[in-house]
């Protein structure tokens, strides 16, 4: 029913108060995701029940970790309109120059390190956000071509070598496999960062000037917000995050070399479509890339258990990629109708 | 302390090839509404602009109680309590209204830089309801009809405790009730010590509101003048720059046989049973307030979206709409409600733009024969008399009532029989309403049946020789002209009939 | 295939072997195991008076080892030793290759028969994949669930060992010995790591695993010290010293084996050497001397000839502190 | 420019229209494919003094046929993004359709000739389903519909030849990707070819002019009776259709093809096209352009790797010169190099 706008506030309550309850439902748009995690998990409780013990879904949530880290920068930069190809390549660099710097330098304390990685990723992103803000490069061309520069660079560096676990020393590997409240550290990285920046998001001015110059960068210049440092900023995020998982990475696997995390950047970005952020730019919630990632995660914890053919895993993760944006557009098509069909003509 | 709370001296603006204002003078008194005209293009968004601090001028000064300012961004403006309401939606489609309101001056605890969502929330809804409007705060901003979000933008305006307020063109997305209450509005805030500066073409608001009117001409300073100073006819000659008589052309169409015929019309959610008649050579009104449906019934006839009830007879013949192509092969062509989005491609030139829906007719086995369309174009484009150089001229350099010149050449390109206005004038200075008036006139005599939307009672009125009247996706009332009176069109327009579930 | 159209054999099949350009592509760039192989072949050439040319693809495609054989052949080089990333997809380029007069071997990873002169073999497949059972039976004392993890390639043998693996399991004294699964982690880090783990929980009983990949073998070697199975499942396989050191002075794999890069490179540049004087055609029977590598025998291989290196090098807690700086 | 000017009878100034624009050296000469020549003949003249090797023809010719394979795909891939879309799915969309082909003619016994044409209309195919799921779902972008079948396009590859490579094509096909025709590269010539079909397709056609009205207004297009929706079905088919050829060309240059082939292929055809001047923002480009560009990035690769330079240092080169030759226009000159 359309609303007339200047009403007496008395005789539209009612019905305002209906369709908020209704946009309620409608704002949780990720709805079909989660419907379809929980269908997921259980089908495949039911083929192998060790799918859903504490320990696999410890292994499950410490391999998904850094993916979902990734996703919360790269749902930033999706969110003001771009696009960040070049995180793969920043991972490599930086975990090659953490690895080689602490098997160089035994005693250096792992935080240290960990801040080494996110200077050097933060670097990389605010050459991507130089390019994009400043000189006004399309995103996905000038992180193409950061891609191709950073994985140059960390080939050079490394000389052909990979740093392997005997090189590291205990403290650095245990970044990614120690525990700290008998919870991984790796979960509890994540689980620091999702809180600081879900604070940050929701709660700061920044936060929300980043969602501002995405939704309509016009406005945003005309309330005064200054686009090319929320750009140079989101970018420079994207690529501490990147910098920070390369130290992860390579603590976590205990080995660094040239090639790491080569076309990593396509399962992020394919973590961030899944929980519903919109490439247009403007929205994307932190529930929707927890999902995203999670369900990612899933496939790759439950197909190798599922004893599916190795051969078929390629495909079958593309098909339920696709099913499930499908599912998931369609659940918002429906709940769409639904508001429809309640409204009275 | 001067006299004024703004002053504008000798300002001048240069955009690459265009000079948007030439030495303009402005001055602006405590607690006055100060109404800015002009033709379009005139210059007047560029001026506000340039008062808030999006544009920096080329030249002139600015004085803020006397005090020279120069503001470099925005929000330097907004510190100096000036704030606008821009004439292209500027807001934030994704984020909450409470956001769209505060963007900019956020509530923020001091020390730890924490949003008070809370506060702005309650703060948001106090300035809303106050405003008589009972929207959620919480609510996502592109949720909200036009009219809704131009109260939103109000309200922020009003949350900046702005001593300047500057509307450009709020009315013109609004019906006459709704006007009315942004009239209230406008004059509360002036009541409470605000300046405001009115930007319309309507010279009905000028007339209700406005205590002053300014007008530019081409980029140029023509004059102020008290409104009881000047007459309509000085006022019109000082805007267009020449008399125009008789703003409703005298009607020479000649209405003869049924074209169209739609019985029971029903797309579940937005209309139902819609039936009317139109003829050969006859201008059919089809008014109602702002979400009404009437655009949504059009672009169903038109194949934009699909119907799930009723027929369609054109001429005698049972139809279905597929698409848009296959409407205008059947002779359907729609003049889209918001021509910067649905009728033109802004930054390609006037001949493209006008032989984009006639590619077919200019072009054998596909190829397409460049001459022959500039030929058609430059044909098309003298037709309705484009203020241009040329064909290659950008449309988006046009101003807003030459673009929808453009966009009428674009239906003159296809073999048509029926022809939809969907608000052929909103937004067109008076000069080029009554050019398009008569090019629409023009079109009925020529045998064209039409269908135009308006939510302005005058021009219903003066164009019509029938209205239909629809309310909340029904038609309440057909109405002759000889009948048609403002009075009944409104009642049926707003009275309560009775409400079915549609679904 | 190459030569349809005409003219492409132009250049003439004799001046190549007027040039001392000895080329080799490995696999792709940045693997320790292929740099050291190539510094292998490089001072086998270099000894020999040759110039070299060390090139490889920044993936490891055979589409990027195509465009490079293209700009040897340009170049004109004398031979070209290749690493291929896929048996089959090299043979027209490297047809073309050998009929402007260059030679052509594989090393490593074998290109088929018809697109070489000949293939340096670094170990016996057969004794690859013999031994990896023993010395699995050997630390689980002939009993219990083992499992396999690979890559998935077609350019590495590993099929072929995997094949001799299961000859090898149907002796009879390791009827207690069941292969429940191959699992294949792509030589991606990440998806070794989920696949071992998968394999850890859908089989609990497993006593080892056997990987003959060097990606695989070092992502099982962290899933299991992290899971602190020391002892309780055995890792063994193929794997680089330098990978592997950790896990095998912590015990989590007993040995391992693998050979030497820099030898098998320093015999194919030898090899390329010899063929390019002409003092081997690349037939059965040919022999050549070697430098240090010693004398070397062109054997048999299907339709093709090889020279094949000795049984792979065990590594164990004993010797790996020497070697992992090594490669 | 005189202004010709009248009043009409109901007294509005009537201005004449120009319909013809007069021709502007400078305009002429401002164009973005100019920079691109010269920087193809920087490439060249660069090249021909690093190696000896590099300024014959034969040496050029066999140069020219190693990296046309995936330009094919270039030209749709400009349309995709004109239309402000992107196809990353086409390198899988390669392996599919040559992986179908060698499994029709290797283990079912399908005739060459018919397996040929078959992996050009899985490839269409392929295209076809992107166009399908984007018109039908959109709300999703291509970006999304396009990872999705990447992942799955390539999957089906895998299930089909798992870790196999299935080859032994007959002698006759050897030609697509080895063959001359008067000494020049057949791949050279089909390319050409398909430049200029494409070439008048996007400037010379109705066809082509409303797919740049699309990408520059879509809502505008759909009502000016534009069939969007068939539009861009037909521009994501013809790009599926161009990786089949691609497909037919590496199958044919490699003798044999795997699942795991032209990985990747979509970022190189994306920089291709916008070293070519084909912009993400829509509406913009010229197939001359794109055209241009692929032999800059061929030449380059090529000639440098005569010189035998480290992958590593292409990567680097490769990635700058795409930076700088977006970069330096916008530098420079802003507002005349705006391409018009
Ligand atoms: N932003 C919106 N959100 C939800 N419903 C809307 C919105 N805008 C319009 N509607 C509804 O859609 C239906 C049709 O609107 P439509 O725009 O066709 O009406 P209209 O009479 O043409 O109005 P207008 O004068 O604005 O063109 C109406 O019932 C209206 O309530
Ligand atoms: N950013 C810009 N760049 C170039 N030209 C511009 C720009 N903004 C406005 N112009 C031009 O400046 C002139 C004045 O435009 P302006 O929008 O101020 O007119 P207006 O009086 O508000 O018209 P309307 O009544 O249609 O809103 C027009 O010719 C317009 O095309
Ligand atoms: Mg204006
Ligand atoms: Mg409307």
Wanted: charged share 20%.
């Amino acid at each position: 029913m359309p609303e007339n706008v200047i009403q007496d506030s008395t005789s539209i309550q009612p019905h305002a108060e209906k369709t908020s309850k209704l946009a309620n439902i409608y704002k949780f748009r990720e709805l079909g995701l989660l419907a379809f995690i929980i269908i997921l998990s259980i089908a495949v409780q039911l083929r192998n029940s060790s799918f859903l013990s504490g320990e696999n879904i410890n292994d499950m949530i410490t391999n998904t970790a850094i993916l979902s880290i990734l996703a919360l920068g790269m749902m930033l930069v999706l969110v003001t309109r771009g696009i960040d190809l070049s995180i793969g390549s920043t991972i490599a660099l930086s975990g090659m120059v953490a690895a080689q710097t602490v098997s160089t330098y035994q005693s250096l304390h792992p935080i240290l390190v960990i801040l080494l990685g996110i200077v050097i990723g933060m670097v990389c992103g605010a050459i991507n956000g130089v390019l994009i803000a400043k000189i006004g490069l399309l995103p996905i061309i000038a992180t193409l071509a950061m891609m191709n520069i950073f994985r140059g660079i960390t080939f050079k560096i490394s000389g052909g070598e990979w740093i392997s676990s005997y090189q590291m020393p205990e403290s650095f590997v245990s970044i990614a496999t120690g525990t700290t409240f008998g919870i991984n550290n790796l979960i509890v990285i994540a689980i620091v960062i999702y809180l600081l920046f879900f604070y940050i998001i929701n709660h700061t001015r920044t936060g929300r000037q980043i969602y501002a110059v995405g939704s309509n960068p016009d406005s945003a210049k005309v309330s005064g917000i200054k686009e090319g440092r929320i750009l140079l900023l989101v970018y420079a995020i994207m690529g501490g995050f990147a910098g920070l998982s390369g130290v992860l990475w390579v603590s976590k696997f205990a080995s660094a070399q040239g090639d790491t995390a080569s076309g990593y950047e396509l399962t992020v970005i394919a973590a961030c479509i899944l929980g519903g952020v919109s490439i247009a730019g403007g929205s994307g919630k932190i529930s929707g890339i927890i999902l995203g990632s999670i369900l990612l995660g899933i496939l790759n914890n439950a197909l190798p258990l599922l004893n599916v053919s190795p051969f078929w895993q390629t495909g079958i993760q593309g098909l339920i990629i696709l099913v499930a944006v499908i599912i998931n557009t369609l659940v918002k098509r429906g709940v769409d109708r639904n508001n429809l069909m309640r409204r009275k003509i | 302390m001067s006299d004024y709370v703004l002053e504008l001296k000798g300002i001048t603006k240069e955009f690459p090839g265009v000079k948007a204002l030439d030495n303009v003078h402005f001055k602006l008194k405590a607690g006055e509404i100060h109404a800015l005209m002009g033709e379009n293009g005139a210059g007047k968004s560029t001026f506000i602009k340039v008062i808030t601090g999006v544009h920096a001028p080329n030249e002139g000064d600015m004085f803020l109680n006397g005090e020279k300012v120069q503001f470099t961004n925005p929000k330097d403006a907004q510190k100096k309590g000036i704030a606008a309401i821009y004439q292209h939606v500027t807001n934030y489609p994704d984020l909450s209204v409470t956001e769209n309101i505060f963007m900019g001056h956020e509530k923020i605890q001091k020390g730890t830089k924490r949003l008070l969502w809370k506060e702005m929330h309650k703060e948001a809804r106090a300035f809303l309801q106050d405003l008589g409007s009972s929207i959620d705060p919480k609510s996502e901003m592109g949720s909200l009809s036009v009219a809704q979000q131009q109260i939103v933008e109000i309200a922020k305006a009003i949350s900046t405790n702005a001593k300047i307020i500057i509307m450009d063109e709020p009315t013109a997305a609004l019906t006459a009730r709704e006007s009315e209450e942004l009239y209230k509005i406008t004059e509360r805030l002036r009541d409470q010590g605000a300046s405001i500066i009115f930007i319309s073409h309507r010279f009905e608001d000028m007339y209700r509101l406005a205590s002053r009117v300014t007008v530019f001409r081409d980029s140029k300073y023509i004059g102020s003048w008290g409104v009881n100073e000047i007459t309509n006819d000085q006022l019109i000659v000082a805007m267009v720059g020449r008399e125009i008589t008789q703003v409703y052309p005298t009607k020479k169409n000649k209405i003869s046989e049924k074209l169209l015929e739609v019985r029971n019309l029903g797309k579940m959610g937005y209309y139902a049973d819609i039936s009317f008649t139109l003829h050969k050579g006859e201008i059919l009104g089809l008014t109602g307030l702002v979400g009404a449906g009437r655009t949504e019934v059009c672009q169903s006839l038109f194949g934009i979206t699909s119907y799930d009830r009723g027929e369609v007879y054109l001429k005698g013949q049972q139809i279905s709409v597929k698409n848009p192509k296959s409407a205008m092969n059947l002779g359907i062509g729609y003049l889209p409600e918001d021509r910067q989005l649905q009728g033109l491609v802004l930054d390609w030139g006037i001949g493209r733009n006008i032989t984009l829906p006639a590619l077919k007719d200019l072009s054998s086995k596909g190829w397409l024969n460049e001459k022959k369309e500039s030929t058609l174009a430059k044909k098309l484009a003298e037709k309705v008399h484009v203020k241009a150089t040329s064909i290659f001229d950008l449309v988006s350099s046009l101003s807003g009532g030459n673009q929808q010149k453009v966009a009428v050449a674009k239906l003159l390109t296809a073999d048509l029989d029926i022809i939809i206005l969907d608000e052929p004038t909103k937004g067109v200075d008076v000069g080029a309403k009554s050019a398009i008036y008569e090019i629409i006139n023009d079109l009925a005599a020529q045998g064209y049946g039409i269908i135009m939307i308006s939510s302005e009672m005058p021009e219903i009125l003066g164009m019509s020789d029938r209205i239909v009247v629809m309310r909340e996706g029904r038609i309440t009332k057909v109405l002759d002209k000889k009948d048609a009176t403002q009075e009944v069109i409104l009642e049926a327009a707003m009275s309560e009939g009775k409400e079915k579930e549609v679904g | 295939a190459p030569s349809s159209g005409g003219s492409s054999s132009e250049g003439g099949a004799e001046e190549g072997s007027a040039s001392n350009k000895y080329a080799f592509v490995f696999k792709n760039t940045g693997n320790p195991y292929g740099e050291k192989m190539m510094d292998g072949f490089k001072s086998a050439v270099e000894e020999l008076g040759g110039e070299v040319i060390l090139r490889s693809p920044d993936q490891p495609t055979a589409e990027g080892q195509i465009q490079i054989i293209e700009q040897l052949i340009t170049q004109k080089v004398a031979a070209i030793a290749i690493a291929g990333n896929d048996q089959d997809a090299l043979e027209p380029v490297l047809k073309k290759a050998m009929d402007q007069g260059i030679k052509v071997l594989s090393v490593d990873s074998a290109v088929n028969a018809n697109s070489r002169h000949i293939h340096v073999n670094q170990a016996n497949p057969e004794r690859i994949g013999r031994i990896q059972i023993e010395a699995v039976s050997e630390m689980i004392s002939g009993e219990g669930q083992i499992a396999i993890l690979s890559a998935t390639s077609q350019a590495t043998n590993q099929n072929l060992w995997i094949e001799w693996m299961k000859k090898e399991l149907e002796k009879p004294e390791y009827s207690k010995i069941e292969l429940v699964k191959v699992a294949y982690g792509d030589d991606l880090r990440d998806k070794s790591v989920s696949e071992t783990e998968a394999l850890l929980k859908s089989y609990p009983d497993l006593k080892a695993i056997i990987a003959p990949t060097t990606v695989g073998i070092a992502a099982a070697g962290k899933v299991l010290t992290d899971k602190g199975l020391q002892g309780k499942v055995k890792l063994t396989g193929l794997g680089l010293p330098s990978e592997m050191a950790s896990y095998i002075e912590s015990g989590v794999s007993p040995w391992m084996y693998l050979w030497n890069p820099i030898d098998v490179g320093k015999v194919a540049g030898y090899t390329a050497h010899a063929l390019v004087e002409g003092s081997i055609k690349g037939e059965v029977g040919d022999t050549f001397e070697a430098g240090d590598q010693g004398s070397q025998e062109v054997v048999e291989d299907g339709e093709g000839t090889q020279i094949m290196l000795g049984d792979p090098f065990k590594f164990d807690a004993d010797n790996i502190a020497e070697w992992k700086d090594v490669y | 420019m005189e202004q010709r000017t009248s009043l009409d009878q109901q007294g509005y100034i009537h201005r004449d229209l120009l319909d013809k624009k007069d021709f502007s050296l400078k305009r002429f000469f401002l164009q973005w494919e100019w920079m691109l020549v010269i920087i193809l003949f920087a490439v060249m003249i660069i090249n021909s003094n690093l190696s000896p090797y590099f300024l014959n023809y034969a040496s050029l010719r066999d140069g020219t046929m190693i990296f046309l394979d995936k330009a094919f795909i270039v030209f749709p891939m400009a349309m995709i993004m004109i239309l402000r879309d992107i196809d990353i799915s086409v390198g899988s969309t390669v392996a599919l359709s040559s992986v179908v082909m060698a499994t029709m003619y290797n283990s079912l016994g399908v005739p060459m000739e018919l397996a040929v044409v078959i992996c050009l209309a899985v490839g269409a195919l392929c295209g076809f389903i992107n166009g399908l799921l984007i018109v039908k779902f959109k709300e999703l972008s291509a970006v999304i519909v396009t990872l999705g079948t990447m992942i799955l396009y390539r999957g089906i590859a895998y299930v089909i030849l798992e870790d196999q490579s299935s080859g032994t094509f007959p002698e006759w096909f050897g030609f697509f990707g080895w063959g001359y025709v008067f000494g020049i590269p057949f791949i050279l010539i089909l390319f050409i070819i398909m430049a200029i079909l494409f070439g008048i397709l996007l400037h010379k056609t109705t066809f082509g002019r409303q797919i740049f009205a699309m990408g520059k207004n879509p809502t505008a297009s759909r009502f000016s009776g534009v069939k969007v929706d068939r539009m861009k079905m037909i521009v994501f088919t013809l790009a599926g259709l161009m990786a089949g050829l691609t497909a037919l060309f590496l199958a044919s240059r490699m003798g044999s093809t795997r699942p795991n082939v032209a990985n990747m292929y979509e970022l190189d055809v994306i920089a291709m096209a916008a070293l070519g001047g084909i912009s993400t923002a829509g509406g913009k480009g010229k197939i001359i352009g794109t055209v241009i560009a692929v032999f800059i990035i061929g030449y380059l690769q090529y000639g440098l790797g005569l010189i035998n330079i480290p992958a590593q240092t292409l990567l680097i080169v490769v990635g700058a010169l795409l930076i700088l030759a977006v970069a330096v226009p916008k530098i420079k000159l802003p507002s005349f190099m705006k391409r018009k």
